[in-house]
């Protein structure tokens, strides 16, 4: 069953549970019992989601996890468009609504196409998580130009375009979220370009978050430990021994761990976090 499937039976089956103090009914005067309770249960039911870097990995189980909280979901690639398109006719299959798109983050005029696209399919836009990131590492030696320049392009030119046209275009009430790394905290060896450009999503968040002020919109960031996706893969298995046994809850980490988090940030319960970097990593950190 989707997670989609499951949050719609969860609503179902928890609809005649809800007290009726807790419709606005009485209060406000606009609201139905029913609408109340979906408001609890599907908070982003009449809401939109861009998801950059979701064809997989972080991103695809954040698309996933968003529309199955009612979000209406843009879903971003950079070359693979079939499994961009999978992500989004599974949203779709599951009864949500999503789009694919392809764009590079590094180019200023992608993001901008990307934001008018969702604009045009949703009608604007309440959630960007700003995801898609690359990982180069080596030591400062052995770097190359190309190497350390993909990487600044991606992560660091890469979020602050996707950071600019959601401070343009995110409506009140909103939620901008960024992904950082736990990495930042310990800066192992061979990591020290990437870690950079992971640090300054902290920095661009809280900043930002000051910036926005007035407009109930959060900005925050999240920073995951290792987890489980084709990031860390791509350094074959050795970039994943030991970490399980070194971290307390004693595994790696799935996508949908981060996606969780994301999903409390974006929640009516999650309003109070603003400027902050979240750290989710079972505790490595
Ligand atoms: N995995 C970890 O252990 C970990 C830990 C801490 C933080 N993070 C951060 O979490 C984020 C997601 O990581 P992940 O592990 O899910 O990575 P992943 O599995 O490698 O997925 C990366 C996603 O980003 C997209 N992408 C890459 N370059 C792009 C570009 N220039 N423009 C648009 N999209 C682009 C990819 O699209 P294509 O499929 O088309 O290439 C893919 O959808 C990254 O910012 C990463 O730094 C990851």
Known sequence: MSEHDTSR??????????????TMAGAAGAQTQTEAQETLLMPGVGKVAIVTGSSRGIGAATARRLAGLGYAVSINYLTNAALADQVAREIEAAGGRAISRQGDVAEP?????????NEAAFGGVDVVVNNAGIMNVGPF???????????????????????????????????????SSSIIRQTPAMTGAYSATKAAQEIFST??????????????AVSP??????????????????IPEATPLRRLGQPEDIAHVIALLCSPEGAWINGQNVFANGGIV
């Open 9 to 22: 039976r969860n609503f179902l089956a928890l609809s005649a549970a809800v007290p009726a103090f807790m």
């Open 207 to 220: 900043a930002l978050a000051k910036e926005l002020a007035g407009r109930n919109i959060s900005v925050n």
């Open 141 to 179: 030696s052995q770097m190359s130009d190309e190497a350390f320049g993909r990487m600044i392009a991606t992560n660091l030119t890469g979020s602050f375009n996707v950071l600019r046209e959601a401070a343009r275009r995110v409506r009140d009430g909103g939620r901008i979220i960024s992904l």
């Open 225 to 242: 430990g290792a987890v489980d996706t084709q990031l860390l893969r791509q350094h074959g298995e050795a970039a994943l021994r030991g």
């Open 109 to 117: 005029d992608a993001i901008k196409a990307l934001f008018d696209a």
